[in-house]
């Protein structure tokens, strides 16, 4: 009997242990915490204090570096007055290189803020990023020599076209011209020194590039100077990041009463172009396409 007494209570003690853990447990085990709020992407540029802007290293007159190690270019001038209107100083941007097939990955790893690098506006692009309204437009062209002239897209069946990766013109010929061979390079570089090596009897880019490109290379003409639709191209961030994008269309709105898209290209564009383009067929002011 007394052996009974004793196991019946140990039991009751372990039983009552058993319930004060259980309940220890549940008190100590604290309750998930709640998803932060999102934090502003404008506050994280001002805390760090500069805003990290993609663009071209190889691409005049949109955008390079110069002789000194200084970018330039149409696309950097913009970029350097959002800084100054963000920021209080257009010195605070750090400038980010990037090729044309890294624009979408540089915005999707926060490599940088924003990407101003000729990107064209495209429904597959924005399946990816986020476009703020336009500030020039493009279409595609055809560059190639004066001896060798290629003036119609009949022309380059069986033949070898150079293009850039990443790029619109790499994607229209892929879509409608499958039967034309193309020769594909990640740089701007690359691509013209091939066509100056003859490895491609033309080179299809932005219009707005070539015009430039034959102007300053003898020898060589864009014999095709529109094809396909007529794009926009604009400044993207980061899918999802409304704050920064609204500010952008803000700020291209402002700058369009003070016409600061014509004074880009008076300063950086026209050099390139001389009196043969009319910057009302390139530049867009104020977001909004006339």
């Known amino acids: ?34 998803d932060q709020a999102a934090k502003s992407s404008i506050e994280e540029i001002k805390q760090r204090g500069k805003i990290k802007i993609g663009v071209f290293s190889d691409k005049p007159p949109f955008g390079f570096v110069d002789a000194n190690g200084k970018n330039q270019g149409f696309d950097v001038f913009i970029a350097k007055r959002f800084a100054k209107d963000l920021l209080g100083d257009e010195s605070k941007v750090e400038f980010v290189l990037v090729e044309a097939a890294s624009r979408v990955e540089f915005l999707q790893a926060n490599k940088v803020d924003l990407i101003l690098a000729n990107f064209t506006v495209t429904d597959e692009r924005k399946q990816k990023v986020d ?39 790499e994607t ?8 034309i061979e193309l020769l594909k390079y990640d740089q701007n570089t690359e691509a013209f020194e091939a066509l100056k090596d003859k490895r491609g009897v033309a080179l299809a880019h932005d219009n707005t590039l070539l015009f430039a ?38 700020e291209l709105e402002t700058l369009g009463k003070e016409n600061f898209i014509h004074k880009a290209y008076d300063a950086t564009l026209k050099p390139a172009y001389g009196e043969s383009i009319d910057p009302e067929t390139v530049v867009v002011e104020g977001g909004k396409v006339k």
């Open 213 to 250: 490109w034959a102007r300053e290379n003898t020898g060589y003409s864009v014999g095709v100077a529109s094809l396909g639709s007529l794009d926009t191209i604009a400044p993207a961030v980061k899918k999802g990041d409304t704050e920064l994008l609204n500010w952008v269309n803000t």
């Open 172 to 179: 229209f010929f892929t879509k409608n011209y499958p039967d």
């Open 1 to 34: 009997m007394k052996n009974i007494k004793k196991i019946l209570a140990v039991f009751f003690s372990a039983v009552i242990l058993v319930g004060i853990l259980a309940g220890c447990g549940s008190k100590a085990t604290p309750e998930p915490k709640k």
């Open 131 to 169: 476009f703020a309204n336009p500030y020039m437009k493009v279409a595609l062209g055809v560059v190639s020599p004066n001896g060798e002239p290629i003036t119609s897209v009949d022309q380059l069946k069986g033949k070898k076209l150079i293009v850039n990766k990443g790029t619109t013109a």
